[in-house]
């Protein structure tokens, strides 16, 4: 596959993203969760209400690679991951909220919201051929973040046959990217939905 014009390939690819990762480890995650339950509808509208409840945004954290801050939700379950950044989940993995960073300041090329768009497309494509996942975007497009640029986009998916939903947005600062993806299953989705908004809309340059 050609590289997008102006674009030095790094590694064999354009760019090696750790939010996509990040979201095919979400995405198996929601599947293990909703193994677990057997079926999103028999969580108890008690189970619901009280994780809603729960997801009023307590606290700040700092991303470390892009010196950003945030909010989440302090009583969801906070998970470091491998290689770096942190899941916030409630509801058994029902429903969680990743945070992840590329740093691509020791590489010549610049980084923009559009071609880091452009890398998780074609690694996304790719993976869809080995794993039992199906992605559809439904809505993407520019955004602008604590006056940094960036990039949104919601998209359904199918998970070994499960229904599942989410959301991603990314801001780029110092050729640094950092990512914040919500997963949920369909079912659920827009009842957790505020609250990724909230976090995405409380990130804060130090």
């Given amino acids: 596959m ?16 750790v ?6 480890i979400g995405a198996r995650d929601l599947y293990q969760g909703f193994s677990k339950s057997k079926d999103a509808n028999v969580l108890s509208a008690s189970d619901v209400e009280q994780a809603v409840a729960d997801s009023a945004l307590l606290d ?4 470390p690679k892009t010196g950003l801050s945030y909010q989440f939700p302090k009583q ?10 942190v899941q916030y989940g409630t509801l058994d993995g029902v429903a969680n909220i990743r945070i992840s ?4 300041s020791g590489d010549e090329v610049t980084v923009t919201p559009e071609l880091y768009r452009d890398s998780v497309k074609q690694q996304i494509d790719d993976m869809q051929k080995e794993q039992p996942i199906t992605y559809t ?3 993407e497009g520019k955004t602008t973040v604590s006056e940094l640029p960036g990039y949104e986009w919601t998209y359904k998916l199918l998970v070994n046959d499960v229904p599942a939903a989410g959301a991603q947005v990314w801001v780029v600062k110092d050729n640094k990217v950092m990512v914040m993806t919500y997963s949920a299953l369909e079912n659920i989705y827009d009842t957790f939905f505020p609250t990724f908004q909230a976090m995405v809309q409380s990130i804060t340059q130090q």
């Fill in 2 to 17: 050609p590289l997008p014009k102006g674009v030095k390939e790094i590694g064999g690819i354009v760019l090696v993203v």
């Fill in 19 to 24: 939010g996509l990762v990040f979201v095919v």
């Fill in 60 to 63: 700040t954290a700092l991303e």
């Fill in 76 to 85: 969801w379950k906070a998970e470091g991951l491998e290689g770096g950044g």
């Fill in 101 to 104: 960073a590329d740093d691509f």
């Fill in 137 to 139: 975007f439904l809505t």
